[in-house]
């Protein structure tokens, strides 16, 4: 392990930051402020979600051809960019304006860059640069994600009740400023990190050029798919109605605070099984076993409504996320290789964020025609079972 974390440092580091930076365009940071947002707009859980879905999927389309710009151009330069491009998003936030269609360009710039672009950014750099020990790589930079889960939501529920929405904004974009400089710093010397990679691919028949329609003809593409985005779906879903959630079961906002520090340690407990798990097995025989405690949490959901079964839907909730995110990041590397990784992630991550802008707005109208929380988990049981299926009965080598 000591050999790990001394191999680049910085690049681990690059990795962590990048990813917790990208909580600002998260649906859980988002969401925490879902009822003033609403209040401010005069937007049903409906309305709103069917505005969040349509600037995600806005974001989901153009991500396709912007992600894959990872594999082209110089890494500082792709990570300056979506970097400026959050930040003057939180400065959009911050600068509210009663205006619908500002809402939607915020939103969209928020889901793109932060959700998108940043996160693309991680975690194909980790996958791409570490080889053999990608695994824990990607555990680093989901790491960043989950502190960014654990921590934000516990600070703003706690010590950040009483300001305005907008100056929570404005913290954020100067802490987005701080990071602008941290980034040159990690990927300093990145021009000989790139050369001495270029030369790991010579003769490696896994590390082809593929192009985005190559993949997409692929059956392999298919097969996995669906495997990598339901947890994508299901888990923006409840976050992004969390409050209407706990509302109904009858959980304080305080419950919700101290419900994410579980769920963060959690996430981290599931990162350090799960990123030893993969460099150690091939990752396409284990990754369907991947969804199984999400598949545990909305079960807890539907049952249980005590305090002390919050704290296990959440401690499950955390466990999906520390596990999946390096399993399924791992994956997609050692189907189709790294040379055009930022590419077959540029697809993955658009699907995601697709999956991601579906399920509020499906929820959402699943909550104002009065269906509530047993539909919710029914339709995310059915897309677990169905998603884990798939690699089992279509074996692929």
């Not at 985005?212 to 392999?220: E, F, H, L, Q």
């Not at 697709?354 to 539909?375: C, H, K, N």
Request: charge should be positive; hydrophobic fraction near 50%; aromatic fraction near 16%.
């Amino acid at each position: 392990m000591k050999k790990f974390f001394s191999y680049d440092p910085k690049l681990l580091l690059y990795g962590f930051l990048i990813v917790f930076f990208a909580s600002y365009g998260q649906t859980f940071f988002i969401s925490l402020y879902n009822l003033e947002i609403r209040l401010f707009y005069d937007l049903s859980n409906g309305e709103f979600g069917l505005l969040y879905a349509i600037a995600t999927l806005f974001s989901a389309f153009i991500l396709i051809s912007f992600a894959k710009l990872i594999d082209h151009v110089d890494l500082r330069t792709y990570s300056l960019i979506v970097v400026i491009g959050l930040l003057l998003a939180c400065v959009g936030m911050a600068l509210m304006r009663n205006n619908i269609f500002y809402l939607f360009i915020m939103i969209f710039m928020l889901r793109f860059f932060g959700q998108g672009a940043m996160t693309h950014a991680g975690e194909t750099t980790m996958a791409r640069y570490f080889g053999e020990e990608r695994g824990k790589a990607l555990s680093v930079s989901t790491f960043g994600g989950m502190i960014g889960v654990m921590f934000l939501p516990y600070i703003c529920l706690n010590y950040f009740q009483g300001i305005e929405i907008n100056q929570l904004w404005f913290y954020a974009s100067i802490s987005i400023i701080v990071f602008i400089p941290l980034v040159f710093f990690t990927l300093s010397g990145q021009k000989d990190r790139q050369k001495k990679f270029d030369q790991t691919l010579i003769n490696n028949p896994l590390n082809l050029k593929l192009r985005t329609r190559d993949i997409i003809k692929d059956k392999k593409f298919y097969i996995y798919f669906p495997l990598s985005i339901a947890a994508s779906f299901i888990s923006t879903g409840l976050m992004f109605h969390q409050i209407y959630i706990f509302d109904q079961k009858g959980w304080s906002l305080e419950m919700l605070g101290n419900g994410y520090i579980l769920l963060g340690f959690f996430s981290i407990i599931g990162l350090i099984i799960g990123g030893p798990l993969i460099d150690k097995f091939n990752t396409k025989k284990t990754a369907i076993t991947v969804l199984l405690p999400l598949l545990l949490s909305v079960i807890i959901l539907l049952l249980f409504d005590s305090v002390f079964f919050l704290m296990i839907y959440m401690s499950l909730y955390g466990l999906n996320m520390g596990i999946s995110t390096p399993f399924i990041g791992s994956l997609w590397a050692e189907i189709y290789g790294v040379k055009s990784l930022g590419t077959v992630k540029a697809l993955l991550h658009a699907g995601s964020v697709f999956a991601s802008a579906l399920s509020p707005l499906v929820f959402g109208y699943i909550i104002d025609w009065g269906y509530g929380i047993t539909t919710i988990v029914t339709i995310s049981i059915i897309i677990i079972i169905v998603s884990t299926l798939l690699p089992i009965y279509n074996k692929i080598p």
